[in-house]
């Protein structure tokens, strides 16, 4: 029973996840502990985007 893997929904959400936290990241300014946190949370998207790009490239390298 194997699934297969939606990679450009997967991508979709991952951009999703990105606009909340950029608009979050908008309004942290008197807000240090947000403003850090917020900047960890973009830092681990991009990680996901890089995850994905990689699965990609190797999807059309087939």
Do not use: C, H
């Amino acid at each position: 029973m194997s699934q297969k893997i939606n990679l450009s929904e997967i991508g979709q959400e991952i951009k999703d996840l990105k606009k909340t936290a950029e608009l979050l990241k908008e309004k942290t300014e008197l807000f240090p502990a947000l403003q850090k946190n917020t900047a960890r949370i973009l830092a681990s998207i991009k990680m996901l985007e890089i995850n994905v790009s990689d699965i990609l490239d190797l999807e059309i390298k087939k």
